[in-house]
């Protein structure tokens, strides 16, 4: 059976440690716990959409170190379709540093190591993937240009194309937003993208109409606990969260993203769509670390 959504991205493994405060430049700060546990945001939006109920695919590179085969692993214990997923010789997995503090902040740095070496050949070589799918999820964690040809090609075959811009360090290639059905950043990334400042709603909504002008189909700023603000074809709208008590706020962005291409997937119209993304993701953030903190559809509200 085709996998209904296709994810194009990376998979790191998260070398995690929680510590009161994040540390300032040349600082040395006592760590309260470690722990590693698989992420990388494609992989995480590739297991938001398998527990949330709908079938997916990965496409995307492991290194040949002890973390490929846990990485892959932990895709395949979920149901993802890993034939998409390489092993690059002489080269180490994609690793995440990250402090999450006790407000529940965090800081990551990123080697790509595998992820790097995503070519868009390697793409092309799954397009039956592309072809059997209903939805393309791609994000920034892999070359520039191996995003540019999913997203074209998502675009050619007709398919439902997401890009979560994520991480953002300044404006996106102008000829991508023609292949963007639904662009996807939070509130720094929206900042990066237009150069205009995000921090509530009214600057989301400038932000999100500046990236519609440039040519992005729909656009929905996630704003955490503000909410994500909507500007698309319906017109645009502001969705509210509950309150809830973050833990640790990794991959909330990747759990929204994934649910609502999820229920994309499953026929929900986009209102729906979006709020059943925010519930998943607020789940997510009273639980540790990337994977593990990704709910199931069985924990969602009915
Ligand atoms: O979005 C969260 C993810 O960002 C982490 O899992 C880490 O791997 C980084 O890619």
């Known amino acids: 059976m085709d996998a209904k959504v296709v994810v194009v991205g990376s998979l790191n493994m998260d070398l995690v440690a ?113 072809q059997g799918a209903d939805v393309l999820i791609c994000q920034l964690e892999v070359p520039a240009d191996t995003v540019a040809w999913a997203l074209a090609r998502g675009r050619e075959l007709g398919k439902t194309v997401i890009l979560n811009p994520a991480p953002a360090t300044g404006p996106l290639p102008q000829s991508w937003y023609a292949h963007i059905d639904y662009l996807i950043p939070n509130e720094s990334e929206a900042q990066a993208l237009t150069g ?63 649910g609502f291409a999820a229920s994309l997937a499953r026929g929900m119209a986009l209102p729906e769509a979006i709020v059943f993304g925010q519930q998943a993701a607020a789940i997510s953030v009273t639980r540790a670390g990337a994977q593990p903190s990704i709910p199931y559809l069985a924990e969602l509200a009915p």
């Open 196 to 258: 205009l400042p995000v921090s509530d709603q009214a600057s989301a909504q400038l932000a999100a109409e500046r990236l519609r002008e440039l040519g992005a189909g729909q656009v929905i700023v996630t704003l955490g606990a503000q909410g994500a603000l909507y500007v698309g074809e319906q017109g645009a709208g502001h969705f509210p969260v509950a309150a809830v008590t973050a833990l640790d706020t990794t991959a909330a962005g990747d759990t929204f993203v994934g």
């Open 18 to 130: 929680r510590a009161q405060r994040l540390p300032r430049g040349g600082e040395t700060l006592p760590g309260e716990r470690f722990f590693t546990v698989p992420g990388g945001k494609g992989a995480n939006q590739a297991v938001a959409v398998a527990r949330l109920g709908a079938s997916v695919a990965m496409i995307g590179n492991v290194g040949d170190d002890a973390y490929g085969p846990q990485l892959r692993q932990a895709l395949e214990v979920e149901g993802v379709d890993c034939q998409g997923v390489g092993e690059c010789a002489g080269v180490s997995s994609g690793v995440a540093l990250i402090v999450v503090d006790a407000a529940s902040q965090n800081a990551i740095v990123v080697v790509p190591g595998s992820n790097g070496l995503l070519s868009p050949e390697a793409v092309q070589r799954y397009d039956a993937l592309l």
